[in-house]
């Protein structure tokens, strides 16, 4: 199983710690468990989570909130797992950012393979893929999702980190807007070329020495980009 990180945020501790035991006799192994939003705050700026699971009454604020902060700096998938069952409450949870909602009383094994499935459509190349890609330039790893340029290392989470590692499966061929919409944001049919736009310029920002004069990551004009470094 791949090493992915979740964060189990709930008000309850025996439930955090079930959550827990069943997802990893299901082979997640790296996961934290708190019970409130400060903790998980906490454990927020001190990680990068690929999942998490929220309640949304908390002992210092609700789910919601916290779900929104994450929005900020992450699209990792987002579960609520809450006693709130109203049809009013889901479409409120969506609305923050969730990508499932459970309500409680809930089957601990119905829970691992929805944590099972999100992790298949969020994560899907990290199980085929090569641990690390060096370009010279810069050096990508896949595991941790970090990027490493002229010796400084940092997190590359949610979309640009997906948007980097489909051009270093693909080093000197042509992607088209289709390509990468369908592969990172797994749309086939709207292309929507801001959204594109601003991830390139976003990730040319972090590997280029000039971004504003890109040599690495380059504009096809009426085709799509390509990146032209020659991994070592």
């Known amino acids: 199983m791949v090493d992915v990180k979740i964060l189990v945020v709930d008000d309850e501790q025996a439930i955090g710690d079930m959550v827990d035991i ?6 997640f192994n790296n996961i934290n468990v708190c019970t409130s939003i400060k903790d998980a705050t906490t454990h927020i700026t001190q990680n990068t989570y690929d999942l998490y699971i ?15 902060h994450i929005r900020k700096q ?3 998938p987002i579960f609520f797992l809450t006693a709130k069952a109203n049809d009013a409450d889901k479409i409120r949870g969506f609305m923050y950012g969730a990508d499932d909602y ?10 691992a393979a929805r944590v099972k499935v999100q992790m298949k459509r969020y994560l899907p190349s990290i199980t085929k893929s090569k641990p690390v890609y060096d370009f010279g330039g ?6 941790a999702a970090e990027l490493t340029v002229a010796g400084k290392t ?11 590692h489909f051009f270093c499966e693909h080093p000197g061929q042509v ?26 310029r976003k990730l040319r920002e972090r590997i280029e020495v000039n971004p504003g004069s890109p040599q690495l990551l380059l504009t096809i004009r009426g085709i799509g980009y390509k990146l032209i470094s020659e991994e070592r």
């Open 22 to 27: 069943v997802l990893r006799k299901e082979g």
């Open 54 to 68: 929220l309640d949304i009454m908390l002992p210092d604020g609700t789910g919601l909130d916290l779900a929104e």
């Open 74 to 76: 992450s699209d990792a």
């Open 102 to 111: 459970i309500t409680k009383p809930f089957n601990p094994m119905e829970l």
């Open 138 to 143: 810069f050096q990508l790893d896949i595991q």
């Open 154 to 164: 940092t997190v590359l989470a949610g979309k640009l980190f997906h948007l980097l």
């Open 175 to 200: 992607l088209s807007k289709e390509q990468i919409y369908g592969q990172v944001w797994g749309e086939e049919h709207f292309i929507d070329d801001n959204t594109i736009m601003v991830h390139i």
